[in-house]
């Protein structure tokens, strides 16, 4: 081989570097991926290719009919400041509500109404009937309810879904009511979805469901495309009830899969809510930009032309949809957890499976600590992703030493994104406390304001870390154990702006 080869490779890393920095990202992962490029080409190159060019840069403007990109206030300041009436209104609304029925104004509604307000109505926080889901079992036995009583439509959207036992039922169930005249639609991730079977993708439309997948891997448009995944996971049934949070669609929530390659069936601990309010047209027209997004296709024309009957809420807790993506011009999760951290004053309990934040919010959760909160951080002893666990233990093992209360969840693979803050605050969502989510891939978290709410998450939480530790290595361990836990975790950390 001659030199040609090698000077058309460099000159190509260079190229692709001198591009990755006239995008302006995080300048930890842009120095990361041009060390990787100008160092390591061979390697390099290809990873770039598959995980870090933006080939969604085209898409960013490509909206439905209900515009929920979230644009920086500032951007335009004279809709920004149309929209402060709307804001007060609503927050004023909702406290009113709250003081006819006799229960407490949250304390944080406001400064979250206020700031995620600005970003559109879809921000909104409105009053919702709330329920509470743990784990498979009972989440599974709401959906396929709530499907049941379709008339209209449903909604389906999953990061996986998988066609085993438990989506075979529901595939089952879907053709039904489709059979019954109902509108079906199916959306799932390319890569999250990766083992899908393509008979169980015909038979849904063969019988005349609507299936899309968010962003296949392979284009001639995109070429190779691996990052910016639809992580959210959504069932919303005649515009009336929805249910979203943890929980993807597949057997191992109820019997159990192995992890790592283990014949280890252990549970896998998850949080998912059942809505009924207002949020779940919101929590709609998230699925239907998602949609248009994966098709150019409107569906909200069609499936809001016939009003529904409204809704009986009860008490109702105060309810915001947050929606996060890479097409926002606001880093929407990330701004989340700040305001979250920021606002806790006596507790913040945050339960994740993948932890990897980045400096900003490492340093907000050690202010936290100083501010003498009481910050604990629940993390699996398990994972399904060996390198994102390693790394996520050096963020830990550093929030642990600066007073953080870390504990190992035990008793399973622990795949909730929950966060408690004080006695009337939690999020409930798809979001993990990592980059990925935070910066990457397109998200949707659930602040719930609200006493009785909390009570639930926090007695909830409170079972988890009865059967979590503060150790999460046995204590047995040699010093060769030690010293190679140690190395796999320094080398596995030095991805974390790569993850």
Same mark, same amino acid.
Request: proline content about 5%; overall charge positive.
């Given at each position: ?313 009860? +008490? $109702?807790?105060?309810? %915001? ?6 097409? /926002?011009? @606001? =880093? *929407? !999760? ?76 035990? +008793? $399973?693979?622990?795949? %909730? ?6 006695? /009337?605050? @939690? =999020? *409930? !969502? ?70």
């Amino acid at each position: 081989m001659g030199l040609w080869p090698y000077v058309f490779l460099y000159a190509l890393a260079l190229w692709l570097a001198f591009d990755l920095i006239q995008e302006r990202r995080n300048p930890k992962s842009t120095i990361a991926w041009v060390v990787a490029l100008v160092a390591m080409p061979f390697v390099g190159i290809p990873l770039y290719y598959a995980f870090g060019k933006n080939r969604i840069k085209g898409l960013m403007r490509r909206r439905a009919f209900f515009d929920q990109h979230a644009l920086l206030p500032y951007s335009n300041s004279h809709e920004d400041t149309a929209r402060q009436p709307a804001i007060r209104h609503n927050l004023s609304g909702i406290e009113s509500n709250m003081r006819l029925a006799s229960r407490p104004v949250p304390a944080n509604l406001k400064d979250f109404g206020s700031t995620f307000g600005r970003f559109g109505e879809l921000y909104d926080p409105t009053l919702n009937d709330v329920k509470l889901l743990v784990d498979g079992q009972e989440t599974f036995r709401e959906i396929f309810e709530v499907i049941s009583k379709a008339n209209r439509y449903i909604l389906v959207q999953y990061y996986i879904l998988r066609s085993d036992r438990l989506g075979a039922e529901l595939q089952k169930l879907l053709i039904a009511k489709a059979k019954s005249g109902v509108a079906v639609y199916v959306l799932y991730d390319d890569i999250g979805s990766f083992f899908l079977s393509g008979a169980y993708i015909r038979d849904l439309k063969a019988h005349g469901i609507s299936v899309a997948s968010f962003l296949p891997i392979h284009s001639w448009k995109r070429g190779l495309q691996l990052n910016f995944r639809n992580h959210r996971k959504l069932v919303v049934v005649d515009g009336v009830e929805a249910l979203t949070g943890g929980l993807n669609f597949g057997e191992e929530y109820v019997s159990g899969l192995p992890i790592l390659g283990k014949k280890d069936t252990s549970r896998w601990r998850d949080t998912h809510v059942r809505i009924t309010g207002p949020a779940v047209e919101k929590l709609e027209d998230v699925f239907f930009d998602d949609w248009h997004f994966a098709t150019g296709e409107s569906l909200e024309l069609n499936l809001r032309a016939i009003p529904h009957p409204g809704w009986k809420i009860n +008490a $109702g807790e105060a309810v %915001q949809v947050i929606p996060s993506a890479p097409t /926002d011009e @606001a =880093l *929407v !999760g990330v701004l989340l957890y700040m305001l979250t951290i920021q606002k806790a004053k006596r507790r913040l309990w945050i339960a994740t499976p993948y932890f990897v934040p980045d400096t900003p919010l490492t340093r907000e959760l050690e202010l936290c600590t100083l501010r003498g909160v009481d910050v604990r951080l629940i993390l699996p002893r398990k994972s399904d992703n060996p390198l994102v666990h390693w790394v996520g233990e050096t963020y830990a093992d550093k929030l642990r030493k600066a007073g953080v209360k870390v504990l190992s969840y035990g +008793a $399973g693979f622990m795949h %909730q994104k929950v966060v408690l803050v004080d006695e /009337d605050l @939690a =999020l *409930v !969502g798809t979001t993990n406390f990592d980059n990925r989510a935070l910066y990457l891939n397109f998200e949707t978290t659930l602040a719930i304001h609200g006493a009785e709410f909390a009570r639930k998450v926090e007695n909830m939480l409170t079972a988890d870390m009865a059967e979590s530790s503060a150790v999460s290595e046995p204590a047995d361990r040699g010093p060769i154990s030690r010293f190679i836990r140690l190395q796999r975790e320094n080398l596995s950390r030095l991805l974390a702006p790569l993850l």
